[in-house]
T-cell receptor, first 113, second 116 residues
Framework: AQTVTQSQPEMSVQEAETVTLSCTYDTSESDYYLFWYKQPPSRQMILVIRQEAYKQQNATENRFSVNFQKAAKSFSLKISDSQLGDAAMYFCATNAGGNKLVFGAGTILRVKS | DTGVSQNPRHKITKRGQNVTFRCDPISEHNRLYWYRQTLGQGPEFLTYFQNEAQLEKSRLLSDRFSAERPKGSFSTLEIQRTEQGDSAMYLC??????????????FGPGTRLLVL
């Protein structure tokens, strides 16, 4: 069975600083996708960034980038120049070669002003 | 693009009652998913549809749960004889099938169910 592990239940970052959220996963599939989703308090989940496993180049979206280490099955999210609006629960997920998503337990990110 | 919508947003019911939730996906999306999220946890997959066909169901989906997508557009999720353990946020997501897996899923705001 596919699993996703987020070992940091909670993280804090000072506004304008950089923070990295960790994620490891386990799958026997060779072709899969990895995702980071953001869920602000009482608001719907939105996609932050998406990585195709067969692409070695790390995905970036403005202030958000990933460090994808396929052999280590690691997929961390780096948020640069953190803003108050980045405060949310962040979920790492994989489609594990299929259509459904398998999520980690999430990391709460707090941003201090 | 109006996004994925879900109704109701909140539902309080008594144990043993039946409840039904509705999801309207993004209009051109042919795939629709249901997930359940309990407090402090990540969403767990329940079932998904490709057009009107239900293609996969999780073992989490007991026989008290049924989902339909009659015309390949909106979907309903019904829970019969609700139990307190059914209290959770029920999330709907949709995606566009472009002939490959891993397409981005877009989530609705969810329906929060509380069973008393």
């Amino acid at each position: 069975a596919q699993t996703v592990t987020q070992s940091q239940p909670e993280m804090s970052v000072q506004e304008a600083e950089t923070v990295t959220l960790s994620c490891t996963y386990d799958t026997s599939e060779s072709d899969y996708y990895l995702f980071w989703y953001k869920q602000p308090p009482s608001r719907q989940m939105i996609l932050v960034i998406r990585q195709e496993a067969y692409k070695q180049q790390n995905a970036t979206e403005n202030r958000f980038s990933v460090n994808f280490q396929k052999a280590a099955k690691s997929f961390s999210l780096k948020i640069s120049d953190s803003q108050l609006g980045d405060a949310a629960m962040y979920f790492c997920a994989t489609n594990a070669g299929g259509n459904k998503l398998v999520f980690g337990a999430g990391t709460i990110l707090r941003v201090k002003s | 693009d109006t996004g994925v919508s879900q109704n109701p947003r909140h539902k309080i019911t008594k144990r043993g009652q039946n409840v039904t939730f509705r999801c309207d996906p993004i209009s051109e999306h042919n795939r629709l998913y249901w997930y359940r999220q309990t407090l402090g946890q990540g969403p767990e997959f329940l079932t998904y549809f490709q057009n009107e066909a239900q293609l996969e169901k999780s073992r989490l989906l007991s026989d008290r749960f049924s989902a339909e997508r009659p015309k390949g557009s909106f979907s309903t999720l019904e829970i019969q004889r609700t139990e307190q353990g059914d209290s959770a946020m029920y999330l709907c997501a949709s995606s566009l099938d472009r002939g490959r897996e891993g397409e981005t899923q877009y989530f609705g705001p969810g329906t929060r169910l509380l069973v008393l």
